[in-house]
């Protein structure tokens, strides 16, 4: 489901890199957007909405 060659290692941890700015990150702090991660930041430039933090499922998003 991960593509390994897009992880790095972000305080100790193995995870994400934003697709869009290319911050690493915790699986806790990336944010799917389609089949991109992206850091808190990026999501919001990118979709224009706040991003929750607390395990919601985001739904819906534009997909082009
Ligand atoms: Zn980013």
Redesign the pocket.
């Known amino acids: 489901m991960v593509d390994a060659s897009r992880l790095g290692i972000h305080q100790g941890q193995l995870g994400p890199i ?1 697709d ?4 690493r990150l915790t699986f806790g702090q990336a944010l799917p957007i389609d089949e991109k991660w ?2 808190n ?2 999501y919001r430039e990118v979709t224009g909405v706040e991003s929750s933090v607390d395990g919601k499922q985001v739904e819906g998003l534009p997909i082009d």
């Open positions: 934003c869009f700015c290319g911050a992206a850091c930041d990026c």
